[in-house]
């Protein structure tokens, strides 16, 4: 196991490898160039970069555990629509997440004396698709979505790196007009 020392030297020097060569990098426009959003896992197994062929300035990326439709996601995405001008977003989540080998009542358990982890929904996934579905749902219907805001739900699998998109998820995110 890495030393939090090592790990931050190591970080440190890709980052002074990156910022030599950062050039024409500083001139990006804070609204993403393909005005989109991605929705998806904080797995370090996904990559959106690379499963959506994205390079920096290209679209925006909001990652929570298990790329759920939680409040703060949805902050975030209201921003990057109403602000900066994403028209689309794209809600991905993953087979083998770890979001679906728990309850809310584990973590809980986990948490025993923290009494703030009571008054928390974690979100777990009890099933993919469903969740999938739910969340393109929750954005669609929230009040403060514009009904004009495309939403795809994906699959990636994290064997194969392919995204599957399921279409009664973006059939729930279709935009209005």
């Excluded at 030393?3 to 001139?27: C, H, I, K, P, W």
């Excluded at 439709?69 to 028209?87: E, Y």
């Excluded at 989540?93 to 703030?116: I, K, N, P, W, Y």
Aim: hydrophobic content about 45%; some cysteine.
């Amino acid at each position: 196991m890495r030393s939090m020392s090592q790990t931050l030297d190591e970080v440190l020097a890709a980052n002074a490898a990156y910022a030599a060569s950062f050039g024409d990098r500083a001139g990006l426009a804070v609204p993403p160039a393909r005005r989109f959003t991605i929705l998806t896992c904080m797995d370090a197994r996904l990559d959106p970069a690379k499963f959506a062929g994205l390079a920096e300035g290209d679209a925006h990326v909001v990652r929570n555990a298990g790329g759920r439709a939680s409040d703060d996601a949805i902050r975030s995405l209201v921003i990057s629509c109403k602000l900066l001008g994403t028209r689309e977003w794209f809600v991905v989540h993953h087979t083998e997440c770890g979001m679906a080998t728990f309850t809310d009542e584990v973590v809980r358990q986990l948490l025993a004396g923290a009494s703030e982890g009571d008054f928390v929904d974690w979100l777990p996934i009890r099933d993919r698709k469903e969740s999938l579905v739910a969340d393109v749902r929750r954005l669609r219907n929230h009040p403060l979505v514009p009904p004009t805001v495309q939403i795809y739900g994906f699959i990636y699998d994290v064997k194969t790196g392919k995204l599957e998109e399921l279409p009664e998820a973006s059939a729930a995110g279709r935009a209005a007009g």
